[in-house]
């Protein structure tokens, strides 16, 4: 398990996202998603342990071997836009492999069938929080469907 205890990060005046408690685990393969600029691929170097949060910390369970290659047999892979510069067929097979992972994935990717074919949960960047929900991306956009026609009356 990887988790983040009062992360917050800021670049400037303005914060990407404050006091962020969240715990990664389980095996759950986690769809980070927001708008651009929003603070996912710094959230996920923070993760990793490249960049230092402004405040916070965030730790790894002892038993979990972190790694950005399969080739390690880890127990979590954080994996920031996969799908970039890759082809149809090459996108395929690393969806395929990502099926198969028995550990827990974090991964941040702008590719809705990716994100859809692989997320179990999905993490949400909006203002300056992470929104953790435990469901598929289509339940996910069901609920926010949902959550704006309640809104609108």
Same mark, same amino acid.
């Given at each position: 398990?990887?988790?983040?205890?009062?992360?917050?990060?800021?670049?400037? @005046?303005? &914060?990407?996202?404050?006091? +962020?408690?969240?715990?990664?685990?389980?095996?759950?393969?986690?769809?980070?998603?927001? @708008?651009?600029?929003?603070?996912?691929?710094?959230?996920?170097?923070?993760?990793?342990?490249?960049? @230092? &949060?402004? @405040?916070?910390?965030?730790? +790894?369970? &002892?038993?979990?071997?972190l790694s950005k290659l399969m080739m390690l047999e880890p127990n979590l892979l954080i994996l920031d836009e996969p799908t970039n510069h890759l082809d149809m067929e090459a +996108?395929?097979?690393?969806?395929?492999?990502?099926?198969?992972? &028995?550990?827990?994935?974090?991964?941040?990717?702008?590719?809705?069938?990716?994100?859809?074919? =692989?997320?179990?949960? +999905?993490?949400?960047?909006?203002?300056?929080? =992470?929104?953790?929900?435990?469901?598929?991306?289509?339940?996910?956009?069901?609920?926010?469907?949902?959550?704006?026609?309640?809104?609108?009356?």
């Amino acid at each position: 398990m990887i988790a983040t205890a009062n992360v917050t990060m800021q670049f400037g @005046a303005k &914060p990407l996202f404050e006091n +962020i408690s969240v715990k990664f685990g389980d095996g759950n393969r986690y769809g980070l998603i927001g @708008a651009n600029g929003c603070g996912k691929s710094t959230f996920m170097k923070i993760l990793d342990g490249s960049l @230092a &949060p402004r @405040a916070g910390n965030v730790s +790894i369970t &002892p038993d979990e071997r972190l790694s950005k290659l399969m080739m390690l047999e880890p127990n979590l892979l954080i994996l920031d836009e996969p799908t970039n510069h890759l082809d149809m067929e090459a +996108i395929e097979v690393l969806n395929t492999a990502l099926e198969q992972y &028995p550990g827990t994935l974090i991964f941040v990717s702008h590719d809705r069938e990716f994100v859809s074919s =692989l997320a179990t949960r +999905i993490i949400e960047t909006r203002d300056r929080k =992470l929104l953790d929900f435990k469901g598929t991306y289509e339940e996910y956009l069901a609920s926010q469907l949902a959550m704006g026609k309640a809104a609108n009356g």
